[in-house]
T-cell receptor
Protein backbone atom coordinates (compact mmCIF):
# COMPACT_ATOMS: atom_id res chain seq x y z
CA UNK A 1 0.00 0.00 0.00
CA UNK A 2 1.56 3.28 -1.17
CA UNK A 3 -0.58 5.44 1.10
CA UNK A 4 -2.12 7.27 -1.87
CA UNK A 5 -5.85 6.69 -2.17
CA UNK A 6 -7.82 7.13 -5.35
CA UNK A 7 -11.57 6.91 -5.69
CA UNK A 8 -13.45 5.49 -7.39
CA UNK A 9 -11.47 2.47 -8.59
CA UNK A 10 -13.72 1.99 -11.60
CA UNK A 11 -16.02 4.37 -13.42
CA UNK A 12 -18.22 3.78 -16.44
CA UNK A 13 -19.94 6.73 -18.02
CA UNK A 14 -21.42 7.86 -21.31
CA UNK A 15 -19.96 10.20 -23.88
CA UNK A 16 -20.61 13.84 -23.18
CA UNK A 17 -20.77 13.35 -19.43
CA UNK A 18 -18.59 14.86 -16.70
CA UNK A 19 -16.78 12.94 -13.97
CA UNK A 20 -14.60 13.77 -10.99
CA UNK A 21 -11.72 11.62 -9.87
CA UNK A 22 -10.44 12.04 -6.34
CA UNK A 23 -6.98 11.58 -4.88
CA UNK A 24 -5.84 11.65 -1.26
CA UNK A 25 -2.04 11.91 -1.09
CA UNK A 26 0.16 10.29 1.53
CA UNK A 27 0.06 12.01 4.87
CA UNK A 28 2.39 15.00 4.75
CA UNK A 29 2.91 14.99 0.99
CA UNK A 30 2.44 18.42 -0.53
CA UNK A 31 2.91 17.61 -4.21
CA UNK A 32 0.28 15.81 -6.27
CA UNK A 33 0.62 14.65 -9.86
CA UNK A 34 -1.96 13.31 -12.29
CA UNK A 35 -1.05 10.90 -15.09
CA UNK A 36 -3.11 9.25 -17.82
CA UNK A 37 -2.36 5.72 -19.04
CA UNK A 38 -4.16 4.73 -22.21
CA UNK A 39 -4.33 1.10 -23.31
CA UNK A 40 -0.87 -0.45 -23.58
CA UNK A 41 0.79 2.93 -23.28
CA UNK A 42 3.13 4.53 -20.85
CA UNK A 43 1.93 7.15 -18.47
CA UNK A 44 1.44 10.68 -19.76
CA UNK A 45 1.84 13.56 -17.35
CA UNK A 46 -1.24 15.75 -17.07
CA UNK A 47 -0.75 18.23 -14.26
CA UNK A 48 1.02 18.87 -10.95
CA UNK A 49 -0.10 20.75 -7.86
CA UNK A 50 2.04 21.80 -4.96
CA UNK A 51 0.51 22.94 -1.69
CA UNK A 52 -2.68 24.06 -3.39
CA UNK A 53 -1.18 25.78 -6.40
CA UNK A 54 -0.77 24.57 -9.94
CA UNK A 55 2.90 23.97 -10.60
CA UNK A 56 3.25 22.31 -13.98
CA UNK A 57 1.04 21.35 -16.89
CA UNK A 58 1.53 18.58 -19.40
CA UNK A 59 -0.61 17.55 -22.33
CA UNK A 60 -3.84 18.14 -20.49
CA UNK A 61 -6.92 18.77 -22.61
CA UNK A 62 -8.94 21.94 -22.09
CA UNK A 63 -11.89 19.72 -21.18
CA UNK A 64 -9.89 18.52 -18.17
CA UNK A 65 -9.19 20.51 -15.05
CA UNK A 66 -7.83 19.83 -11.62
CA UNK A 67 -7.42 21.43 -8.25
CA UNK A 68 -5.82 20.77 -4.90
CA UNK A 69 -7.74 21.65 -1.79
CA UNK A 70 -6.51 23.07 1.56
CA UNK A 71 -6.50 19.56 3.05
CA UNK A 72 -4.19 18.61 0.12
CA UNK A 73 -6.53 16.17 -1.56
CA UNK A 74 -6.89 16.69 -5.28
CA UNK A 75 -9.62 16.26 -7.84
CA UNK A 76 -9.37 15.77 -11.58
CA UNK A 77 -12.44 16.86 -13.48
CA UNK A 78 -13.07 15.44 -16.93
CA UNK A 79 -15.92 16.94 -18.97
CA UNK A 80 -17.54 16.41 -22.37
CA UNK A 81 -16.13 12.93 -22.28
CA UNK A 82 -15.19 11.14 -25.47
CA UNK A 83 -14.49 7.47 -26.15
CA UNK A 84 -10.79 8.27 -26.40
CA UNK A 85 -10.74 9.47 -22.79
CA UNK A 86 -11.10 5.88 -21.64
CA UNK A 87 -7.92 5.20 -19.69
CA UNK A 88 -6.37 4.53 -16.33
CA UNK A 89 -5.85 7.76 -14.41
CA UNK A 90 -3.14 7.76 -11.77
CA UNK A 91 -2.49 10.14 -8.98
CA UNK A 92 0.95 10.27 -7.38
CA UNK A 93 2.28 12.26 -4.47
CA UNK A 94 5.64 13.24 -3.10
CA UNK A 95 6.73 14.95 0.07
CA UNK A 96 8.17 18.03 -1.52
CA UNK A 97 9.11 19.48 -4.86
CA UNK A 98 12.63 18.14 -4.59
CA UNK A 99 11.64 14.63 -3.58
CA UNK A 100 12.37 12.38 -6.53
CA UNK A 101 10.30 9.46 -5.33
CA UNK A 102 6.65 9.70 -6.25
CA UNK A 103 4.20 7.27 -4.68
CA UNK A 104 1.37 6.16 -6.93
CA UNK A 105 -2.22 5.32 -6.14
CA UNK A 106 -3.88 2.29 -7.68
CA UNK A 107 -5.53 4.37 -10.35
CA UNK A 108 -9.07 4.98 -11.51
CA UNK A 109 -10.17 2.96 -14.53
CA UNK A 110 -12.43 5.21 -16.61
CA UNK A 111 -14.50 3.65 -19.35
CA UNK A 112 -16.47 5.94 -21.65
CA UNK A 113 -19.23 4.20 -23.59
CA UNK B 1 11.73 17.86 -24.74
CA UNK B 2 12.81 14.64 -23.18
CA UNK B 3 11.89 11.26 -24.67
CA UNK B 4 12.19 7.73 -23.34
CA UNK B 5 12.27 4.69 -25.62
CA UNK B 6 11.75 1.07 -24.68
CA UNK B 7 12.28 -1.05 -27.78
CA UNK B 8 11.19 -4.39 -26.34
CA UNK B 9 7.38 -4.52 -26.09
CA UNK B 10 7.45 -8.05 -24.65
CA UNK B 11 9.97 -10.41 -23.13
CA UNK B 12 9.81 -13.77 -21.42
CA UNK B 13 12.33 -15.73 -19.43
CA UNK B 14 12.47 -18.92 -17.42
CA UNK B 15 12.22 -18.66 -13.67
CA UNK B 16 15.62 -18.24 -11.97
CA UNK B 17 17.25 -16.89 -15.12
CA UNK B 18 18.58 -13.39 -15.66
CA UNK B 19 16.86 -10.90 -17.94
CA UNK B 20 17.83 -7.43 -19.13
CA UNK B 21 15.32 -4.77 -20.17
CA UNK B 22 16.52 -1.95 -22.40
CA UNK B 23 15.82 1.75 -22.21
CA UNK B 24 17.26 4.70 -24.07
CA UNK B 25 16.45 8.34 -23.54
CA UNK B 26 17.13 11.64 -25.16
CA UNK B 27 17.88 14.89 -23.39
CA UNK B 28 20.18 17.85 -23.77
CA UNK B 29 20.29 18.33 -20.00
CA UNK B 30 23.10 17.12 -17.78
CA UNK B 31 21.34 16.71 -14.44
CA UNK B 32 18.49 14.27 -14.20
CA UNK B 33 17.20 11.08 -12.60
CA UNK B 34 16.25 7.79 -14.17
CA UNK B 35 13.82 5.25 -12.80
CA UNK B 36 12.41 1.82 -13.41
CA UNK B 37 8.83 1.28 -12.32
CA UNK B 38 7.02 -2.04 -12.16
CA UNK B 39 3.30 -2.37 -12.86
CA UNK B 40 1.94 -5.81 -11.92
CA UNK B 41 -1.58 -6.93 -12.85
CA UNK B 42 -2.83 -5.08 -9.78
CA UNK B 43 -2.02 -1.87 -11.75
CA UNK B 44 -0.05 -0.40 -8.87
CA UNK B 45 3.02 1.54 -10.02
CA UNK B 46 5.94 0.43 -7.87
CA UNK B 47 9.36 2.06 -7.90
CA UNK B 48 11.99 -0.62 -8.54
CA UNK B 49 15.20 1.38 -8.74
CA UNK B 50 16.47 4.94 -9.15
CA UNK B 51 19.69 6.36 -10.60
CA UNK B 52 21.07 9.86 -10.26
CA UNK B 53 22.79 10.97 -13.44
CA UNK B 54 25.68 12.56 -11.56
CA UNK B 55 26.58 9.22 -9.99
CA UNK B 56 28.86 6.98 -12.02
CA UNK B 57 28.17 3.95 -9.86
CA UNK B 58 25.27 1.84 -11.06
CA UNK B 59 22.36 1.51 -8.65
CA UNK B 60 21.45 -1.88 -7.22
CA UNK B 61 18.49 -3.06 -5.17
CA UNK B 62 18.72 -6.71 -4.20
CA UNK B 63 18.14 -8.71 -7.42
CA UNK B 64 17.70 -5.56 -9.50
CA UNK B 65 20.56 -3.58 -10.96
CA UNK B 66 21.02 -1.07 -13.72
CA UNK B 67 23.61 -0.43 -16.37
CA UNK B 68 23.72 3.33 -16.75
CA UNK B 69 25.67 4.58 -19.75
CA UNK B 70 25.37 8.36 -19.69
CA UNK B 71 27.24 9.07 -22.92
CA UNK B 72 25.15 6.54 -24.79
CA UNK B 73 21.97 7.67 -22.98
CA UNK B 74 21.20 4.12 -22.10
CA UNK B 75 19.66 2.78 -18.89
CA UNK B 76 19.02 -0.96 -18.81
CA UNK B 77 17.54 -2.99 -15.97
CA UNK B 78 18.91 -6.39 -15.06
CA UNK B 79 16.82 -8.77 -13.01
CA UNK B 80 18.77 -11.67 -11.57
CA UNK B 81 17.31 -14.96 -10.32
CA UNK B 82 13.96 -13.98 -11.77
CA UNK B 83 10.86 -14.95 -9.80
CA UNK B 84 7.23 -15.48 -10.79
CA UNK B 85 6.33 -12.32 -8.91
CA UNK B 86 8.50 -10.33 -11.31
CA UNK B 87 5.88 -10.82 -14.03
CA UNK B 88 4.70 -7.29 -14.80
CA UNK B 89 4.96 -4.31 -17.09
CA UNK B 90 8.19 -2.42 -16.56
CA UNK B 91 8.44 1.26 -17.35
CA UNK B 92 11.58 3.30 -17.69
CA UNK B 93 11.14 6.93 -16.64
CA UNK B 94 13.09 10.18 -16.69
CA UNK B 95 12.96 13.28 -14.51
CA UNK B 96 14.93 16.47 -14.86
CA UNK B 97 16.73 17.67 -11.78
CA UNK B 98 15.93 21.29 -12.56
CA UNK B 99 13.69 23.18 -10.22
CA UNK B 100 10.23 23.39 -11.74
CA UNK B 101 10.48 20.19 -13.79
CA UNK B 102 9.54 17.39 -11.44
CA UNK B 103 7.31 15.43 -13.78
CA UNK B 104 8.14 11.91 -14.90
CA UNK B 105 8.44 11.10 -18.59
CA UNK B 106 7.73 7.42 -19.21
CA UNK B 107 8.57 4.96 -21.95
CA UNK B 108 5.87 2.72 -23.40
CA UNK B 109 6.86 -0.24 -21.28
CA UNK B 110 8.09 -3.81 -21.60
CA UNK B 111 5.76 -6.65 -20.67
CA UNK B 112 7.87 -9.23 -18.84
CA UNK B 113 6.61 -12.77 -18.28
CA UNK B 114 8.45 -15.18 -16.01
CA UNK B 115 7.81 -18.75 -17.08
CA UNK B 116 7.66 -21.42 -14.35
Amino acid sequence: DSGVTQTPKHLITATGQRVTLRCSPRSGDLSVYWYQQSLDQGLQFLIQYYNGEERAKGNILERFSAQQFPDLHSELNLSSLELGDSALYFCASSESIRDTEAFFGQGTRLTVV
Amino acid sequence: AQTVTQSQPEMSVQEAETVTLSCTYDTSENNYYLFWYKQPPSRQMILVIRQEAYKQQNATENRFSVNFQKAAKSFSLKISDSQLGDTAMYFCAFMLANFGNEKLTFGTGTRLTIIP
